[in-house]
Structure formats: C-alpha cells, structure tokens
C-alpha cells in the first residue's frame, strides 16, 4: 500500500521520531511509505529506511510560504506518491493533511501529540471545521490523557478514535555506544517553559545530593537556566551540552542516577519512555499523560511527584546519596510490551484501509 505520512517539520523531536519509526515499519511489513515535511528546521540523526521516500515542501520554514503553498506543494506531493491512505503528526501537517486528503478522496488519519488546551483557539476552530467537513476519518491520540483532554471537542461527528502510544525502536542505536560515566542526574528535552527545568536547577541548590545535573536539549531558555544556576551557586555541577544524537541521549540514560522530568505538560515523552526501556529510574510530574507513561494496573515503574512541590524533588535527589533507586520490575515487564515497537506497528496497521492491510 502507498502510504503518505505528513509532519511539520523536520527536526529531532518527538514527533518526527514516531513518524519516522512508522515510516521504517511500513516498508518492513512489504508498504510504500512516503515522509512529507512541511519544511526543514534542523538536522537531525534519524535512520530512514532506504524504502522510504522522503520530500521537504519547504527548504526551511518562511511563514508566509508555510501559509500560502503547503496546501497546493502538498497535494502535488501526494498525488506523486500515489497516496492511498495519508497519516499525519503534528497540527500544522493534520490541518493541510485534512484538506489535501478531502480534495483527493484519501481517507486521512490525524495524531494529536498534546493536549487540546496547548493548541491555539483558532488552531482548534480549524480542526474542529474540518472535521465537521468530514475531511478526516480516524483521529489517534499519543496518551489516554490527550484523547481525555479532546472528550467534548469531536462531539457530533462520526469519527473513529484510538490511542497509539510511542515506541522505542531497538534499532535506531538504542545501545550502540557504551554508558557515560559520571555522578549524575539526567533530563532531557527542549530548554523552554514547557520542560520547566527551573525547578530542577532549584531543587538540586537544595538537595543533599552532590552529584550534577545534566540537561541534553536546546532552547530558548538556555540563558535564563544559566542565570539561575549561577544565582542559586549551582552552575558548577549543571551541564547543558545541547542536543545529542539518539545513541548519545540513550548513552546518558544508561549511566545516569536517575532520570527527572517535570514537565508542566506533556502529550507522550519519548525521552521518558526511553529511559524506562533502558531500566533508568524515572521520577516525573504528576501531570496526566506522565502519571499514564509510568503506571501499569496501579503500581508505578519509579516516582510520581507535585509539579511545583521543589522541595518534594529536592527530597527525592537528595535519596540518591545513599544509593540508586531500583524500579519496580514487574511494571517494566509491562511497559516494555506497551512502548514496543511491535505494538506499535500493529496499532498503526489496523488503521489502514481494510483491503489493503
């Protein structure tokens, strides 16, 4: 089957890693897939299966370009392809994807990586238009949380919903180089409001832990984070080395402490799913979507703490002086089958027309 799968934009994120993970699945399991990005934002250490095609409608991102031709580049795009079936990640790549397949009679799959209250209101009238057009046909969301968050937003329309979680693919250099070595604790994503890496700096000025804090990721908090290391006396044991390439990051896991993340929102954290497979002890907000990544049946794979208690994660660095903390096993069984890449594939394949699985 030709299959098209659109993004945004082409960068090392969340997102373009599921897609891509999708796109390499497709051509094992004998498909046609082709990568669409909207625009290119950065390099990125992605493997790409040499079956998949891929097109950028945009050499990088101009706003105004990224308004007025995605909609016409990405049609021509799928008519190339031969599209039989479109899936698309990202809001941007849902919106142009939905009217693309409406205007070529493609049956189209959206992903919603967030939940709806991070979407602008006018990005949530256009999708909610769109799908009273009938311009989509599934709508797949990345936690049970997200698709809680989106309960009263489809109401009415005749839509079929699934939650799809993300995987982690062993082949993409999961353990291709060995652990870093070090006394440290780990986190990662991008240096912004979102990952509120600020409370870690805080909590570690007032942990007994001495070990340092490390933070893999860029962003356009990265001056703001040194100011406040070097305010609370902590910038000596806080590294910010930017981002790493996939086996880099999973090296980091490895040898890390622990893994903190409190982010004040999240859709699904590959990040954190990562450092789950890897067996890294995970401590992460009480936000709905990281509660949903760590728990199975009621028990938790490590620790779930208040978003804006510091001093809650001040106690749970300052523990790790006297030792690692072990996660529970049982729980990694069960998570380990949920984030495989197995499942995944499975769940993206029942959505496929049905004459063509």
């Excluded at 090296?251 to 622990?258: F, H, P, Q, V």
């Excluded at 907000?285 to 990544?293: C, K, M, R, T």
């Excluded at 072990?326 to 729980?331: E, T, Y």
Aim: with cysteine; proline share 4%; aromatic share 8%.
């Amino acid at each position: 089957m030709r299959v098209a799968i659109v993004v945004t934009q082409y960068e090392a994120g969340g997102a373009q890693k599921a897609a891509i993970n999708l796109a390499n699945g497709l051509v094992r399991a004998g498909h046609q897939p082709t990568l669409v990005f909207l625009y290119k934002k950065a390099e990125a250490d992605f493997y790409i299966e040499p079956g998949v095609v891929v097109e950028y409608l945009l050499a990088q991102k101009q706003p105004v370009s990224l308004l007025l031709l995605s909609l016409p580049r990405l049609v021509s795009a799928l008519r190339r392809a031969g599209a039989e079936c479109v899936i698309a990640f990202t809001h941007y790549a849902n919106l142009y994807s939905a009217l693309a397949g409406k205007l070529l009679g493609v049956p189209v799959v959206i992903s919603h990586r967030n939940p709806l209250f991070s979407y602008g209101r006018l990005a949530r009238l256009a999708d909610r238009w769109l799908a009273r057009l009938g311009c989509l046909s599934t709508v797949t969301y990345v936690s049970g949380a997200v698709q809680d968050s989106f309960s009263s937003h489809y109401a009415g329309q005749s839509l079929e919903h699934k939650v799809i979680y993300n995987c982690v693919e062993q082949r993409n250099g999961l353990e291709s180089l060995p652990p870093i070595q070090g006394d440290y604790i780990l986190a990662v994503g991008r240096l912004s409001e979102q990952k509120n890496h600020e409370l870690l700096i805080r909590a570690l000025s007032r942990s007994c832990y001495t070990g340092n804090l490390v933070i893999l990721g860029e962003g356009e908090r990265r001056e703001a984070l040194e100011a406040l290391a070097r305010r609370l006396g902590v910038d000596s044991r806080i590294e910010m080395p930017g981002v790493r390439s996939n086996a880099e990051v999973n090296a980091w896991l490895r040898g890390a402490r622990a893994f903190f993340m409190p982010s004040r929102y999240e859709g699904m954290s590959n990040a954190l799913l990562e450092a789950i497979i890897n067996r890294t002890y995970t401590v992460v907000s009480d936000v709905a979507p990281q509660v949903e990544a760590v728990t199975f049946e009621g028990e938790t794979y490590g620790e779930v703490l208040a978003i804006g208690d510091v001093e809650a994660w001040a106690a749970s660095m300052s523990e790790l002086e006297d030792g690692n903390k072990i996660p529970c096993p049982r729980v990694y069984d069960a998570l380990a089958k949920r984030y495989s890449f197995e499942r995944f594939m499975n769940d993206f394949l029942s959505l496929l027309p049905a004459k063509t699985r």
